[in-house]
């Protein structure tokens, strides 16, 4: 069973445009991270999200976490080619040791 | 953040062999984890890799298949043994201070079984 399901699964889009990701569950997290993964490469930490309702920017990066605990999204502006990669949600439940990973979204961004 | 370096970064096996991955890691860190990943997919967590006793696995994944080393707090080794086509897969070694806290990867293990 996969505790954080992230959409979409796959995105390719042009240069210059605007898109979401999400990561939900049914279930609170204490904390969730977003981590991009280029090809050949081991999987980046781009934030942590710790508090309900919280909003960080990272550059043209901005990513929310749910009032709930219990999803996130991460906005992309103005997308360009070297944001391409894989973008995996993970987190901790309160019941749980473990980081959950989602399955991710292979986003693809073409000149 | 810790640097974290993997070998070796890609192999080609025979079945029925063994392989074992290293991670290293230039400073002493609290947790160890090792990580497959299928090619375009998302990570599973095999062991958490316990500095001086033996490692906790994961459900579906279990010592005699993939027995982990840990013998100080900069190193650990990820053996899979036995290897057959299903085992091909991306190894990761991971690092973090502790339960739930963010991870930093090595860039991987490419493994292909023949």
């Known amino acids: 069973t996969q505790l954080l399901e992230q959409s979409p699964q796959f995105l390719s889009i042009q240069e210059g445009e605007n898109l979401t990701v999400y990561c939900n569950s049914s279930?609170?997290?204490?904390?969730l991270q977003w981590y991009r993964q280029e090809p050949g490469e081991g999987p980046v930490l781009l934030v942590t999200?710790?508090?309900?309702?919280e909003v960080k920017k990272l550059k043209r990066l901005t990513f929310q976490f749910g009032d709930a605990r219990k999803d996130s999204s991460l906005h992309i502006t103005a997308a360009q080619p070297g944001d391409t990669g894989l973008y995996l949600c993970?987190?901790?439940?309160?019941?749980?040791?473990?980081?959950?990973f989602g399955k991710g979204t292979s986003l693809l961004v073409t000149p | 953040s810790a640097v974290i370096s993997q070998k070796p970064s890609r192999d080609i096996c025979q079945r029925g062999t063994s392989l074992t991955i290293q991670c290293q890691v230039d400073?002493?860190?609290?947790?160890m984890f090792w990580y497959r990943q299928q090619p375009g997919q998302s990570l599973t967590l095999i062991a958490t890799?316990?500095?001086?006793?033996?490692?906790?696995?994961e459900s579906g994944f279990v010592i005699d298949k993939f027995p982990i080393s840990r013998p100080n707090l900069t190193f650990s080794t990820l053996t899979v043994s036995n290897m057959s086509p299903e085992d091909s897969s991306i190894y990761l070694c991971?690092?973090?201070?502790?339960?739930?806290?963010?991870?930093?990867f090595g860039d991987g293990t490419r493994l292909s079984i023949l």
């Open positions: 991971s690092v973090g201070a502790g339960w739930g806290q963010p991870q930093h």
């Open positions: 279930s609170v997290f204490s904390s």
């Open positions: 999200v710790v508090t309900g309702g």
């Open positions: 993970a987190g901790t439940t309160n019941s749980g040791y473990a980081l959950n």
């Open positions: 400073s002493q860190v609290t947790m």
């Open positions: 890799a316990n500095q001086g006793s033996e490692a906790t696995y």
